[in-house]
T-cell receptor
Framework: GAGVSQSPRYKVAKRGQDVALRCDPI?????LFWYQQALGQGPEFLTY????????KSGLPSDRFFAERPEGSVSTLKIQRTQQEDSAVYLC????????????????FGSGTQLSVL | DQQVKQNSPSLSVQEGRISILNCDYT??????FLWYKKYPAEGPTFLIS?????DKNEDGRFTVFLNKSAKHLSLHIVPSQPGDSAVYFC???????????FGKGTSLLVTP
């Protein structure tokens, strides 16, 4: 597709349920990011992939959060045993080049998955 | 701790006038700054950026100014149009980091 695609668009989960959020980046984009945006806040970095390698996962809030990008294209963010504080919009973004040595690339964001944990 | 701060949650401007959105940062290692625009139910879209080696970058109606000594940047929109009504996020990155650090955003309303 032309842009970054995320699914589902909305997800309602019961507390304790596991969820999986999918991101299809722009074809050929090397870099892929996941961000979490709570209500009234700016996006907060979760994790970064360069192709299939997860180079930074310092933003993942707990070990309940896990992300993968096994073939260097589609990525999945998994949240285990969801809690109410996990309720947020989860944004995926991709860029054409890797970040090393290229500081002026811009990110293309998807529309996000709005997760509500009841 | 918020390293990028947008202290004005909202701004209202009349069509045709100038909109000025402000952003402050605390980390002196940041060397690349971006502005993103976000409409409801959509992801942020890139608007304009500036490297720390410059103090101004212009793209059509949008100009970003960077004052490194004050750790301050601003986005000017001239003339403002109703279609500019959106939430604007300031973001910054250091030269060794992967993540963008975002502010909380400023909601701009341009009235006819």
């Amino acid at each position: 597709g032309a842009g970054v695609s995320q699914s589902p668009r909305y997800k309602v989960a019961k507390r304790g349920q596991d969820v999986a959020l999918r991101c299809d980046p722009i074809s050929g984009h090397v870099s892929l990011f996941w961000y979490q945006q709570a209500l009234g806040q700016g996006p907060e970095f979760l994790t970064y992939f360069q192709n299939e390698a997860q180079l930074d996962k310092s933003g993942l809030p707990s070990d309940r959060f896990f992300a993968e990008r096994p073939e260097g294209s589609v990525s999945t963010l998994k949240i285990q045993r969801t809690q109410q504080e996990d309720s947020a919009v989860y944004l995926c973004a991709s860029s054409l080049v890797g970040t090393s040595g290229a500081t002026n690339e811009k990110l293309f964001f998807g529309s996000g998955t709005q997760l509500s944990v009841l | 701790d918020q390293q990028v701060k947008q202290n004005s949650p909202s701004l209202s401007v009349q069509e045709g006038r100038i909109s000025i959105l402000n952003c402050d940062y605390t980390n002196s290692m940041f060397d690349y700054f971006l502005w993103y625009k976000k409409y409801p139910a959509e992801g942020p879209t890139f608007l304009i950026s500036i490297s720390s080696i410059k103090d101004k970058n212009e793209d059509g109606r949008f100009t970003v100014f960077l004052n490194k000594s004050a750790k301050h940047l601003s986005l000017h929109i001239v003339p403002s149009q109703p279609g500019d009504s959106a939430v604007y996020f300031c973001a910054a990155r250091g030269n060794s980091g992967y993540a963008l650090n975002f502010g909380k955003g400023t909601s701009l309303l341009v009235t006819p």
